[in-house]
């Protein structure tokens, strides 16, 4: 039973320019609630095309000091030979809804959330194993770990084997190209068992479909002209002020119709999903929408739970993983066994 006084937490205001209207969620959260909500409403839904940006993450790196002319090993940026700096950052794709299409995945995460959380407490230890996408409450404090906390509980581990015996093993992996290479089968499957239904209920299949065989544009492909000095233009300001003043709301069109209207022209390209693997069938997810990071949880969950019997439980082993981001320690004589494991299980 839902409490229509108060707003849920998956009824989030989002800030950014999209294709369709930004919403007074603090005003019409219950109508929208309401519609969401709405298995009927969800199931015959059409999502509006994704938006795709490129987002640099700064990176705190090794750099080659035989290149670059900095003394520090590790660095945020580094001075080049012609006394340019060059910034150690990495690009990340990102896809992401329409404000009203982010609330519907908002919602379908707290669902599919609640049910993983408890997935993880029913089998003992798992729940310290997986750190990434979930809030973990520290006791003394009352508030969520962070990156820090969860790198100090490893060295915390190393440390303290390292006081016990002469070799500490640790293994790190990285799962390459995790979000984009997701099997769509195995993630229908994952989903409808945590339900605990056979096949998905027709509103969590349009909302698996919009997940899998989505359609974005490019926000590049807004802006007014590409320069020649390679440079990236502004967007039409004229325009969005014009629908802020006459229309009340902030959006890169005024309409459906006039959204409709400039693809039809041609002044704006629609892509589909591009990941595929080797067999050339579709797969992956987006990165960037309110449901990604429970999914990518989700999809892992029996990996995590083959992790933790064979290198935890069965040879006495620590585990954790951030995301895509995996390390193990364990005693040094049983690394050789855990690599081929983990290479079979990848």
Not at 124 to 138: Q, T
Not at 205 to 223: G, H, W
Not at 269 to 285: C, D
Request: aromatic share 12%.
């Amino acid at each position: 039973m839902t409490n229509d006084t108060v707003k849920p937490n998956w009824m989030k205001t989002k800030g950014y320019l999209h294709l369709s209207p930004s919403l007074r969620i603090n005003e019409n959260w219950k109508s929208y609630q309401k519609k969401i909500q709405d298995p009927s409403f969800i199931q015959k839904y059409a999502f509006y095309p994704l938006m795709h940006s490129i987002i640099k993450e700064r990176k705190y790196k090794k750099v080659n000091s035989e290149k670059h002319l900095n003394e520090k090993e590790r660095t945020h940026n580094f001075k080049l030979n012609d006394f340019k700096f060059e910034k150690t950052a990495k690009k990340r794709p990102l896809h992401y809804a329409t404000h009203f299409d982010a609330l519907i995945y908002g919602y379908y995460a707290s669902i599919l959330n609640e049910l993983y959380e408890t997935a993880l407490k029913k089998d003992l230890g798992l729940d310290d194993c997986v750190n990434a996408y979930r809030k973990i409450i520290l006791d003394e404090t009352g508030k969520g770990k962070s990156t820090i906390h969860f790198a100090k509980e490893v060295f915390d581990e190393i440390r303290d084997r390292s006081d016990c015996q002469e070799e500490v093993g640790v293994l790190t992996f990285d799962i390459e190209s995790f979000f984009s290479s997701l099997d769509h089968q195995l993630l229908e499957k994952k989903w409808s068992d945590l339900l605990g239904e056979e096949e998905l209920p027709p509103d969590h299949k349009n909302v698996f479909k919009s997940c899998t065989n989505f359609s974005y544009v490019l926000r590049d492909d807004l802006r007014i002209r590409i320069q020649k000095s390679g440079k990236q233009s502004g967007f039409d300001e004229k325009k969005l002020a014009k629908i802020r003043r006459e229309k009340g709301f902030k959006s890169f069109f005024e309409s459906n119709a006039d959204f409709r209207n400039t693809i039809k022209q041609g002044k704006l390209r629609i892509y589909k999903n591009s990941f595929y693997n080797k067999e050339k069938i579709q797969v992956g997810i987006p990165q960037g929408l309110p449901i990604s990071a429970v999914l990518a949880n989700l999809y892992l969950l029996d990996f995590d739970k083959n992790i933790l019997d064979i290198v935890v439980k069965g040879k006495g082993g620590f585990y954790r993983r951030y995301s895509d981001d995996i390390i193990i320690i364990a005693n040094v004589d049983d690394l050789g066994e855990i690599k081929n494991f983990m290479n079979i299980r990848n």
